[in-house]
Every structure is written in structure tokens, then in C-alpha cells.
């Protein structure tokens, strides 16, 4: 199994609800990653969790709450979003943090994000 | 810091014409560099990768780039494309500990 697997791919919240964003993987990846992407930008790191531990936080708003259960699943919990937080959301993994192929990104579908 | 500049926002070129996309990247040290591939309402999927070793490398679709120490560039070529080659590419660059850096990004359209 080679895939990072995203759900949902679309959700539409307001600005007063509670949703989760979840991922998961079963490659043996140590190392799982959240990413915003905005329509014709690159990918935006926001955490780095290596080992279930987070590891960065690219000082992200504190109504983005990251969540690694175990060293498969991920999951990004969304309250109180901004319609300005509307974007795809990038889940990855990559191999332990540290190693060469830590460096090489499995990318999942995304989510794709509306705040109204 | 580490960051990476794509030098062309946008290329349009026809079916079976050669292509390069140009990507430069700044660091300090020893780094790792990408590139990745976005096809409309997808996530990037990974093209090819240096991490050490030959400076040219290979992706399975034709695409080939090569490591530039001296220019600090890794410029991403094919010499014939496809209209399915339509797509957003994104140079990056990691100087280890799982943290990349993209490019802002190249939307190769492949005209028929």
C-alpha cells in the first residue's frame, strides 16, 4: 500500500462548526505532515508530527488542532475557521525524520476546505 | 534559510516540442531537491528526486533532471510532451529533518 488516503474530499462548514479532517497511511511512514495549499500557491507547511510526537508548528492559529492517534492516522480538528481558511488541505508522510528518505513526501488527495 | 525560486510562472508549449522548467534554490548546506506534480484537483504526486549520487535523474514518464552544484539550479526537462503532461510542477527543497521548501510553482500547458 504506497497511498496516503484523505477524508472527506469536500467539506463545507460555517464559522461556528466543529469538523475533523482525517488521513491515514499504512506505508510504516514515522513521520506525518499537515499542508495548506491556496488555489495557485505552493503548499504551506503547518505541522510535523515524527514518531506521534508534534514536532512543528509553523505558529498555526490555535482554531487548526492537530491530532496523531497513532503512527497511521492524522487528524486535523477545525473550529471557529475564517472564510479566508478556505483552501485544499495536505496531508503527507514521509520515512523517519532524519534519513534521506525522510525528505521524500507521499502526498495524500486533499480535502478540500469552505468556510462560509 | 533554504528557498527556491521557479523561474517561469507559466509555460505553454505544443505536443512533441521539448520543455525545461527552471528551478534555483539557495542553502547554506547540503541539501536534497524534488520535483513534484499537481494535476488539477489533486495532491502532488512526487516526479523524481536527488539525494546523492548521479546528477542526472530519471522519472519513469520521460522527464529527467540534473543537479547543478555550481549554478545551484535543478532545471527539469523532457524532450517531447504529451498532452496529458498538462499540470502544475513544483521544484522543493529539504536540507533534511522532513522540512521542504516548494517553489512557487510552473503550470506547464501542453497545446495540441
Known amino acids: 500500500d504506497t497511498e496516503v488516503t484523505q477524508t472527506p474530499k469536500h467539506l463545507v462548514m460555517g464559522m461556528t462548526n466543529k469538523k475533523s479532517l482525517k488521513c491515514e497511511q499504512h506505508?510504516?511512514?514515522?513521520?506525518m505532515y499537515w499542508y495548506k495549499q491556496k488555489a495557485k500557491k505552493p503548499p504551506e507547511l503547518m505541522f510535523v508530527?515524527?514518531?506521534?510526537?508534534?514536532?512543528i508548528n509553523e505558529s498555526v492559529p490555535s482554531r487548526f488542532s492537530p491530532e496523531c492517534p497513532n503512527s497511521s492516522l492524522l487528524n486535523l480538528h477545525l473550529h471557529a475557521l475564517q472564510p479566508e481558511d478556505s483552501a485544499l488541505y495536505l496531508c503527507a508522510s514521509s520515512q523517519e525524520s532524519g534519513a534521506a528518505g525522510a525528505n521524500v513526501l507521499t502526498f495524500g488527495a486533499g480535502s478540500r476546505l469552505t468556510v462560509l | 534559510a533554504q528557498s527556491v525560486t521557479q523561474l517561469d510562472s507559466q509555460v505553454p508549449v505544443f505536443e512533441e516540442a521539448p520543455v525545461e522548467l527552471r528551478c534555483n534554490y539557495s542553502?547554506?548546506?547540503?541539501?536534497?531537491l524534488f520535483w513534484y506534480v499537481q494535476y488539477p484537483n489533486q495532491g502532488l504526486q512526487l516526479l523524481l528526486k536527488?539525494?546523492?549520487?548521479?546528477?542526472l535523474v530519471e522519472s519513469i514518464n520521460g522527464f529527467e533532471a540534473e543537479f547543478n552544484k555550481s549554478q545551484t539550479s535543478f532545471h527539469l526537462r523532457k524532450p517531447s510532451v504529451h498532452i496529458s503532461d498538462t499540470a502544475e510542477y513544483f521544484c522543493?527543497?529539504?536540507?533534511?529533518?522532513?522540512?521542504?521548501?516548494f517553489g512557487d510553482g510552473t503550470t506547464l500547458t501542453v497545446k495540441p
Open positions: 522543493a527543497v529539504s536540507e533534511g529533518a522532513g522540512k521542504s521548501t
Open positions: 542553502s547554506s548546506v547540503s541539501v536534497y
Open positions: 508530527y515524527s514518531y506521534e510526537k508534534l514536532s
Open positions: 506505508m510504516g511512514h514515522r513521520a
Open positions: 536527488y539525494l546523492s549520487g548521479s546528477t
